[in-house]
């Protein structure tokens, strides 16, 4: 499958940029330590109650992300890459009701460290999706802002204690 015709070419690619007062080690920890993911990874007022990554180049990854609602969002996925501490690739997929994948994203992510602070470079890209995805893959811009927000809070609390 492929990136539907009718999924809008501005939500097939999304990068973000963002810069941590923080070494890159810590930075690289945040993303590859499933005990650091569960508090960041989700949008601003969700959790990530579960959350299983097995951290080597084909290994699995298990999430389960809870709403507000207490609806769950189940995904998985795979690493690709790991690259330490410069760059991870995974690909993350959420399955539709007939077991089919809904829609497929992979993620790279570059960490470049600058004196006492680390750049990350966010690129997700979706592999393919059906033409019901457009809404999830609406959201994946404010999805991903609002993590990273929570990530960067998560360093600062880190990194200032």
């Known amino acids: 499958m492929s990136v539907a015709a009718t ?5 097939t690619r999304l990068n973000i940029v963002r810069t941590f ?3 890159r080690a810590l930075v690289w920890k945040m993303w590859t330590d499933p005990a650091h993911v569960a508090v960041w990874w989700a949008p601003e007022h969700f959790t990530t109650p ?3 990554m097995d951290v080597r180049p084909g290994g699995a990854i298990h999430m389960v992300m809870r709403g507000p609602d207490g609806s769950d969002y ?3 996925g795979r690493f690709i890459i790991l690259d330490e501490p410069e760059r991870l690739v995974m690909r993350t997929w959420v399955n539709a009701a007939d077991g089919d994948v809904w ?3 992979e993620q790279t992510i ?10 990350m470079r966010f690129e997700a890209v979706v592999q393919q999706a059906k033409a019901d995805a457009v809404g999830p893959l609406s959201g994946m811009e404010a999805g991903w802002t609002g993590s990273l927000n929570k990530l960067e809070r998560h360093i600062r609390t880190l990194w200032e204690a």
């Open 7 to 11: 999924i809008p070419e501005a939500l």
């Open 21 to 23: 007062d923080a070494p």
């Open 50 to 52: 579960v959350v299983k």
């Open 74 to 76: 189940p995904f998985d």
């Open 103 to 105: 829609f497929e994203v």
């Open 110 to 119: 570059r960490f470049d460290e600058e004196g006492d602070q680390t750049i």
